[in-house]
């Protein structure tokens, strides 16, 4: 169902105080709490002893205590004092989950402890370049995750979901020139629509005139969606080289599974024009906001529907070839981890 | 559970525009809607691609278009039209349910569609009859149909559930003269209570002075529960003869299984007396209205009793009897069904 | 899961009137009602004939008659009138549950009725005894019985939970010297707590000028856990020879199953100061009461954790010496029951 040797946006930086926060991953209950020290601490959210949230408690200095009966846990979900009781029995202890701050985001590995390796924990350096603006957001959406990643992955329903947005021609999003690229661990594409009408939202932001040509990169890795689109003046190419320079914007979508039937939608949209004006970053905001507005009603309902209809029979475009990629991706990486990874500790 | 071969209401005529409409019958989603040129259609409410209730979609000219990533269907469920793409696949296809428009009902076929015999669709004059005044309504009910079917048939408990409208004396209810004739595909009730108190709601009707004698005639098939009730003043008869010009009502009463433990009531109030008086027709819609949130109560803390304790004995009254062969037809039908009708394709 | 042969709490004296209550307890629907000569009853909450929850209907002088078809029912659960029939089927028959009514509570025996012995009911005279004055409450928390009892019979929580009402130091609560007694039917946990800080509520009670001795008396059966607490000025003593003319309240704290998942809670808090001062009782009443809502709190988050993680590992503390006492004796009493109680008739 999840994969698990991976890591999930857990949380924005800022939602990590000395206020535990409580948040179900993967199905598992699990407390964020950010201790005297600064540092980020993820542990299973249940006391041992009588099963109280622990994000019922609160942070005293470097522990966790518990607001039933006060015993303190450590930052490896150790028990290391119960009140009135100087033996802490050995099996005292709950499972601690690894975690990175980096980038504004909150990282989480929900697997094998002993391979969460730092290093690949994804590089997102648009939430700190000063040639770039952004702001956050965070959804609940109640669907499965991998038809979030349907969704970001073809963009051949901007134009009929998105069309009072960044829609544009439906068509003209359906007949998109469109490359798709699988490599171990991601998928990629990329799609060009030439001479097309600008959308709303393109014409907010930078006022064309005419015609532009568009592209778009989606780079899907489990648990990161990142989205790249641009546009420039009909004519003016949408090679690498042309658009570089010209308008921009990238959307994070941090896609981590709550249950089989939700997920943590955490996204930034970030743009590279007017990036000292709020103002920009606002409208921007605004707009790519309304789109997953409409995309949550969309994922939810399908959702709902598959729930309903479970097993009826399906289709498949030419367009879902990104998304059908991440899907065998997903699936490979989980029957590898059903093969070879140990049960965590 | 169902009987599947057999029209049932699935909306009222006026309910189907283009704007599609959803609704769940026998457990499956369906998408009703209305083209361009007039036609009803009732279609799986899925879309075949990705599960999108294709309810969210849009009517163009003569076909359903998807939200999501914009297929076309038509009257047959065939996926005829798909963004970009010149070949459809053979299997872009969703089920259809015939459907037929009469006497300002919407009636569907749940069963194999071959056998949908349109000459079979209950006839119902009277919502088109000069001589009658009728007005609509529908509720949901969160009850298991064949209870609805034994409150429509036994009417032994207007005295005690409608005392303050319909109900009359209690005990005059119960101790009705009674006779029930079951035919191979409708059972038909009819009682007689002779020179009994008149209940509010025939006082206000027609301002009945004395006693009076009453007759209700309920016919039962699987889908529709006709009702046709009436009285006179006491001592002029209960005889077809003498009460066919007098004081009369007809409830219309569309039974629609929702799923196992909720049901489409669809319901109208008919009368032949000041029928060109509106404020008579309200009147009269009023009080049964009325009538009919009590049943509603009823029925719905029946079910959920039924539902804490499955399987409680209960017993069987003498009032019984047209209930219980009502049941009994439905119990029949449904058996029947399932020996002989191949899968619905 | 549950004992059924012990008195259980069913209802305040007050709640039952001639108005039927219903009220789900052990997992079975019951109807209480009382009848114009004053006496109490309790029944299945069904119908016989066609499964309407009886709390529906309406007592008719020593009779419950049913809101549907006026069926008519005893003190005994017999069908003793049915309208216009005047066979009554010998099976019109419903379960009837042992009720006393003492101490304005009314006791209802779910077991086997030939063993209901109404002397075995609890005495609880504090609720009459002019030398206290006592305040009702009810809430309704959803935690599975056995969790209440764990937070009463261990009052090390006390420290943590209610640190703003009657807490006091946390780790004074851990280190209170406690004692432990198990018999046969019950389990009784006596705690002291000498030259403490006194809480806020009990500063509030009798403005205690310095730190004083606690003594806290648990006394915990099936269906009823009783609480005595009080202080005396630090020295004075905390044997019952000494603090028996001190101040004291006692906490009624009757705990009914209503479902695996959820429990019927009924407390009084009384007390033996002030008592001709209503003002006084209210004061107790409204911190016992911001106490418990505290406890509701802690006890349902930890009976839905305990859900999303069942069988997780768990370990005792020393202080869980009473609270496992009790579970003991609870499942002692049940597998008893499964050995040897013939099914309820």
Redesign the interface.
Known sequence: MFIRNCWYVAAWQEELTSQPLARTILAE?IVLYRTASGQVSALE??C??????LS?GRVCGEHLV?????LSYDHAGRCVH????DVI?K??QIRRYPVVEKDNVIWIWMGDSTRADETSVPDYPWHSDPGWAHKKSYRHIAAYYE?IH?NLIDL??V???HEKTIGGT??AH??AEVKVVRSEDQVSVRRWMRDSVPPPTYVKAVDFKGNIDRWMEIRFRPGLVSIYVGANEAGKGVDEDHYRNTFGARIFNGVTPETEHSTHYFWTAAHNFKVDQPAATEALFKEVYATFEEDK??LE??HS??R??PG????????DAGGNQARRLVKEKIEEELRHVPVPA
């Open positions: 209950p959210d249940r041992v002893h009588r099963s109280l949230p019922m518990c607001a039933y009966h006060g119960i009140p009135a009781q029995p099996n005292a038809l349907d051949s329903h134009g009929w979901v439906p068509e359906s007949r009603m969309v309902s399908q529907r598959m309903d209809l009826a029979p399906t289709i498949d475009l030419i367009s």
